[in-house]
């Protein structure tokens, strides 16, 4: 008997060869959660991501996506990853999700919903150290700021220096360096005690500050 017409016939219904049956990867799920949705400037924060393949080992790379930009990491088996987000991120409202980008067929790509970050000024340390003090040494106010977190605040301090016993004052304003430390050198200054007051105006990451404190200044 001959099979070759039923043969061909059945090659033509199924378009000319055989095909497997196609089958759709199983949807996945993403999620996505921050150690802190509020944090100051510097602070450290983490972004952990979730995702669940039905079930399955997950075997792809995660994608933290912070207002439009892509880090990618690689999920562990079960699916997590953990990601510290820049501590340099400008205060503000951020965005933050994840998104898992398979690499198996039969595993399907998902995108969390975002989380919403903000991010505050961070409070100011100012410190102040007077050098000099004697009659005929000249005296300077060494300022040192910093952030809550280590940051390195900028712009501008100004220093006032008032003479308790006169009212004679004596007004100074220094611009920050790369360190956030600044120098308001005073010249000579007569004998008798002094109140220095340090200002702080703050900038777009860090709050504005002040420091105060007294020295003396004596016959040497």
Do not use: C
């Amino acid at each position: 008997m001959n099979l070759a017409p039923a043969v061909a016939s059945l090659l033509v219904l199924a378009g000319g060869g055989w095909a497997a049956p196609a089958h759709a990867a199983p949807p996945s799920t993403t999620t996505v959660t921050l150690t802190a949705t509020t944090s100051a400037y510097g602070d450290t924060v983490r972004a952990t991501a979730q995702v669940d393949a039905g079930g399955a080992l997950v075997d792809g790379d995660i994608y933290f996506v912070l207002d439009g930009t892509s880090y990618k990491t690689n999920a562990t088996p079960s699916g997590s990853q953990t990601f510290v987000l820049p501590t340099t991120a400008a205060v503000g409202d951020h965005s933050v999700s994840a998104r898992f980008v398979p690499r198996l067929p039969n595993q399907s790509p998902s995108e969390s919903a975002p989380a919403t970050w903000v991010v505050t000024r961070a409070r100011t340390l100012v410190q102040l150290r007077v050098t000099g003090r004697g009659a005929r040494i000249p005296t300077a106010v060494v300022v040192g700021a910093l952030g809550d977190f280590g940051t390195v605040p900028t712009g501008a301090v100004g220093v006032t220096v008032r003479h308790l016993g006169t009212g004679r004052v004596v007004r100074r304003e220094k611009a920050l360096d790369t360190t956030g430390a600044a120098t308001a050198r005073l010249g000579v200054l007569r004998t008798g005690r002094y109140r220095v007051r340090v200002t702080y105006a703050g900038d777009a990451q860090h709050l504005a500050a002040k420091r105060s404190s007294t020295f003396s200044v004596r016959q040497r």
